[in-house]
Structure formats: C-alpha cells, structure tokens
C-alpha cells in the first residue's frame, strides 16, 4: 500500500465517507437476507461469502475513515435499520427477491464505483486500488445474483428500480450528511 496523502481533500473525504457507508449498508443488507433464511437455502452459503466480502471492504473503509480522520456519515443508524429491512424483507420475498436485491445494489455500487475511479484516476493510489478490487467482487455478486434467477424474482422491475433508486439518494445524501 502506498502512504495516503497528508490530507485528505474534502472531495476524497467525501468518497471515503460514501463508500464506508455504503459497505456497511451493504453488511446490514447480508444480515437481514441471512436472518430471515437462515442456512434453510442454498443461496445463505453464497450470500454468507458476500457478506464475509462486504464486511472485509467495510473495514478497509473503516480504517481508512478513522485514519485520514474522515467524518463518518451521521446516517449511519439510518442504514443500519434500513439495510437490515431491505435484506430481511427480499429475503422474506424468496430467494430470487433476495438475488434481485443483490443484483439491483450491485449495479449502483458498479456505477459509483466507475465514477470514482474516473476521479481519482492516479492522484490516491490507495484510495483507487482498494476501489477497483472491491468494484471487481461487487461485480461478481451481481453476476452470481443474476445466475441465481434475480430477473425472475416476482416485480423485478419495479423490485430493481426502487431499489437502484433508494442506493442512489443513500450515495447521495451520505456524501453531504
């Protein structure tokens, strides 16, 4: 890893807070989906890797918050309950809910992620690298979301847009609150 910068620039600062909130919304979403199957199905084993995945990207951010001393986003209990509701309540939906919900999150978090590194480009190698991998696993989960029949859930396309609507005002206010 390369040293981080002196100081971190409010732009910076605000993309370290967005994506800090943003892995431990995605870690609520695994514990509410987990909570409600259990290990009664056989996507918990898979869901249970993504979530092992998100908790290790939420540390990373975690630590990079507590170390260039980056204000962590003050709706941070806002996401706890609201990605543990999200994940308990498609979980409830079915297992292809629970994919759609994965699928729809992952596709945001694709989009922010490309635009940060677009940003970044080489001016916080730290920052990027740590970006570009964990953009890399979120791929994978919206693949593995989509081979377990996420499109065929029941209303996935309402399913998806209100989800891929509700990431994107989290990103957003997250970055200003």
């Not at 040293?3 to 514990?31: C, L």
């Not at 309540?89 to 945001?108: D, F, I, K, L």
């Amino acid at each position: 890893m390369s040293t981080p910068p002196e100081k971190t620039d409010r732009r910076t600062a605000s993309m370290i807070r967005v994506d800090q909130a943003g892995e431990y919304g995605a870690t609520r979403i695994y514990a509410g989906q987990l909570a409600v199957m259990g290990d009664r199905h056989p996507m918990a084993r898979d869901i249970a890797h993504m979530a092992e995945q998100e908790e290790r990207h939420r540390q990373f951010f975690d630590a990079m918050v507590a170390r260039r001393g980056v204000r962590p986003t003050a709706l941070q209990p806002v996401w706890d309950v609201a990605g543990f509701a999200l994940g308990a309540v498609t979980a409830a939906m079915g297992p292809r809910a629970a994919m759609a919900c994965t699928a729809a999150v992952e596709t945001e978090i694709d989009r922010h992620y490309r635009e940060q590194l677009a940003e970044l480009g080489d001016r916080d190698p730290e920052l990027s690298d740590a970006v570009a991998d964990f953009r890399a696993e979120e791929l994978e989960h919206k693949e593995a979301a989509l081979a377990a029949g996420a499109e065929s859930a029941p209303g996935y396309p309402l399913l998806s847009v209100a989800i891929r609507a509700g990431c994107r005002a989290a990103i957003a206010l997250s970055k200003r609150i």
